[in-house]
Antibody
């Protein structure tokens, strides 16, 4: 069964950091570019960051550039998002996902709450 | 950045109705458009990619059309399980951008 499982979210104070993880099973992560998308409570979907299959290219939303870092470890079939200098507006459910296409997978998300 | 504008933002309809949701891109994106369905508390589910290709396992009452800047998602005969929020997203360029969503509610 194909699965993406996010972890690493939690309650953190403004200015704090977390490392979000996304573990893939049932398929080979290395074949795909990978993406992080977030959704603030009651709001729409917001693309956050993407990484190419070779890790050569990394892209970030303007709202997170310089604070978030995407990475991958294909040997562990895993994707990561290091989130630093967190702000209240970063509070959201963070999803990892494969790109659109014939095989499209999303995880169930990990919740990041930034509050003092 | 490419702006994606969905309309309407909300829609009330009845079981059996035909429903159309539109998505307009601020510049041409060829057919690099995906439609998602999201139910409360769940991850988005891809329905249509490449503007008009039905995702495997998605009922044929869903269809997509368009190219360039104007796109539509049509549900030919609404079923109770279709009441959800729908999003379009362009994957033509970075930053990837989503429409603001269309909430489909039961009339």
């Amino acid at each position: 069964e194909v699965q993406l499982v996010e972890s690493g979210g939690g309650l953190v104070k403004p200015g704090g950091s977390l490392r979000l993880s996304c573990a893939a099973s049932g398929f080979t992560l290395s074949s795909y570019s990978m993406h992080w998308v977030r959704q603030a409570p009651g709001k729409g979907l917001e693309w956050v960051s993407s990484i190419s299959s070779s890790s050569t290219f990394k892209y970030y939303a303007a709202s997170v550039r310089g604070r978030f870092t995407i990475s991958r470890d294909d040997a562990k079939n895993s994707l990561y998002l290091q989130v630093n200098s967190l702000r209240a507006e970063d509070t959201a459910l963070y999803f990892c996902a494969t790109p659109p296409g014939a095989r499209s997978f999303w995880g169930q998300g990990t919740l990041v709450t930034v509050s003092s | 950045d490419i702006q994606m504008t969905q309309s309407p933002s909300s829609l009330s309809a009845s079981v059996g109705d035909r429903v159309t949701i539109t998505c307009r891109a601020s510049q041409g994106i060829s057919n690099y458009l995906v439609w998602f369905q999201q139910k409360t508390g769940k991850a988005p589910k891809s329905l249509i990619y490449a503007a008009s290709t039905l995702q495997s396992g998605v009922p044929s009452r869903f269809s997509g059309s368009g190219s360039g800047t104007d796109f539509t998602l049509t549900i030919s005969s609404l079923q109770p399980e279709d009441f959800a929020t729908y999003y379009c997203q362009q994957y033509y360029s970075y930053p990837r951008t989503f429409g603001q969503g269309t909430k489909l509610e039961i009339k």
